[in-house]
């Protein structure tokens, strides 16, 4: 997105949680993240203890110097990916059934079906949190400003039944007690065309996301629109409702949630949406 990397920085939170982005390519995952041939791991593991030494004696330093300890922990953390990061895209360990499940048997579901394979496979290695986007490249932008019917026919053909298979396969699992699913945008789109071309410009005053998994309820839809799509009218929330309820199913309380050095803007900390949870 227009974001690139602060995309997938932590802001509030400190540098020491900012995410890693992943290719979902087996042959180059994670980039410069492939051991060097002529360094043996005996050798790269000494200098990665020389560069600890180092970095460590820059912590006690500058002790509040939050990027110092970010620093520290990418290096550990590069250190282990270069073990683990294949592993986790070795799709030849899954059962025929399962990529079947996710839709990598078939051609427009693929891309995406190995993109949620893999979140799964880095859920079960203990990764808390995950976050995955679709479309952009080859499967076209949700963005439609024009021509939104095919668009969005085409874009959900090619998520519909991945998104199906991560559910089934969470359960079968026994994962999806305690992982929480969301599916989720940033705006909807205009109920009334833009231009001349049949598509739809941003609209934030009524959208829908949805939720699976960790205490919520299923075959339930909670609030709804007028008539005409165009405002929310009933059980209406805020985004911030939706941030709370997040941190509610994963045991925090927005409002005494706290990083030292860093200070939320109390405005509105928002209301877990019970009506939605078991």
Request: charged share 25%; proline share 5%; aromatic share 8%.
């Amino acid at each position: 997105g227009n974001g690139q990397f602060r995309s997938f920085q932590s802001a509030y939170l400190g540098p020491q949680h900012d995410g890693v982005l992943l290719k979902v390519d087996p042959r180059d995952p994670l980039p410069f993240a492939h051991p060097v041939p002529s360094v043996s791991q005996e050798e790269q593991q000494q200098e990665f203890g020389f560069i600890q030494d180092l970095d460590q004696i820059a912590a006690v330093q500058y002790p509040d110097d939050a990027a110092i300890r970010a620093r520290i922990k990418s290096y550990e953390l590069a250190f282990r990916m270069q073990l683990e990061i294949p592993k986790v895209f070795d799709f030849g360990e899954e059962k025929e059934r399962t990529k079947e499940l996710y839709g990598l048997d078939h051609e427009k579901t693929r891309p995406f079906g190995q993109v949620l394979l893999t979140a799964r496979r880095l859920a079960e290695r203990g990764v808390r949190f995950v976050q995955v986007y679709h479309g952009k490249g080859v499967a076209g932008s949700w963005d439609a400003h024009s021509e939104l019917q095919k668009n969005h026919a085409d874009l959900c053909a090619r998520v519909d039944l991945p998104i199906a298979g991560l559910l089934k396969d969470l359960k079968q699992r026994g994962m999806l007690d305690d992982t929480l699913v969301v599916w989720a945008t940033e705006f909807g789109r205009t109920p009334g065309v833009e231009g001349n071309k049949g598509g739809r410009d941003h609209h934030t005053y009524g959208f829908t996301i949805w939720m699976a998994g960790a205490g919520v309820k299923g075959g339930i839809a909670h609030g709804a629109t007028d008539e005409l799509g165009f405002h929310a009218v009933e059980n209406r929330h805020y985004v911030t409702d939706v941030h709370a309820t997040i941190l509610h199913q994963l045991g925090l309380d927005p409002r005494r949630l706290d990083v030292p050095g860093h200070k939320r803007i109390e405005i509105d900390y928002g209301q877990p949406i019970k009506e939605i949870l078991a």
